[in-house]
């Protein structure tokens, strides 16, 4: 290690921190691949959904989605909605960013600022720079594509009834990432328990159950969301 990496967060260090990214995105987009050669989308569309959608969750709703033949506009809306914690993220990730740091700087660390990275960059002491951020997107990036890349590659050689049972992955990652804040908090538990409720409500009652997967999934994160902040609203700090 170098005194400059001491120092400074710079490239060489957001890329050494962000290896345990790396590894986490290899093994969730490796299933993501896979069962997109199992719906009959080529690597390079693949790949090429990971490079510009670069959401987990987003990926594989989409996926299935476009599937089933899902209209574009509820492809849009469930994606919008699934990925509109970014927004707040990117809000509060740009207050740590330095004034100096340009628009098309800004505009890299916004394609990048996943859960993982914005947390790794939330808990810095240091002033975030560039060179940081940059590291930390080029080698989280790299894993997410490469991993997608591997599982279509895979996807051709293992059977397709294990492929088939890759698609647990996706609820998988969604118990892992709800239950860690849902034990730590109960409003986050509760709207959690609406949601789940609401969407199989919609699911299995006649009038709603024709809908599209995606539709359910907006109407009953929305409505959830909605109850969840106002049952439960933040107080903000008292101005000193």
Do not use: H
């Amino acid at each position: 290690m170098t005194r400059e990496d001491n120092q400074t967060l710079s490239f060489r260090r957001g890329v050494r921190d962000a290896v345990p990214i790396f590894l986490g995105y290899l093994s969730v987009s490796c299933a993501f691949g896979m069962i997109a050669a199992d719906k009959g989308m080529s690597a390079g569309l693949a790949a090429l959904f990971s490079v510009t959608c670069v959401s987990g969750t987003g990926q594989f709703v989409g996926l299935n989605l476009m599937s089933v033949g899902a209209p574009l506009i509820e492809l849009f809306c469930t994606l919008a909605i699934i990925n509109a914690r970014y927004l707040l993220m990117s809000v509060s990730l740009s207050q740590k960013l330095p004034r100096k740091m340009n628009l098309w700087q800004r505009l890299v660390v916004a394609y990048g600022n996943t859960d993982e990275i914005f947390a790794l960059a939330s808990v810095q002491t240091e002033t975030l720079t560039f060179g940081y951020m940059l590291g930390m997107i080029c080698i989280s990036a790299a894993g997410w594509v490469g991993g997608t890349l591997l599982g279509e590659l895979l996807g051709g050689l293992i059977p397709s009834s294990v492929v088939t049972a890759m698609n647990i992955a996706l609820y998988a990652m969604y118990i892992a990432l709800i239950i860690p804040d849902a034990k730590r908090s109960a409003p986050v538990a509760a709207v959690v328990g609406a949601a789940a409720a609401l969407s199989c409500v919609l699911t299995f009652v006649p009038l709603t159950g024709q809908m599209g997967s995606g539709w359910i999934i907006i109407l009953a994160g929305t409505a959830a969301s909605v109850v969840g902040a106002a049952l439960f609203p933040r107080e903000l700090p008292e101005e000193e």
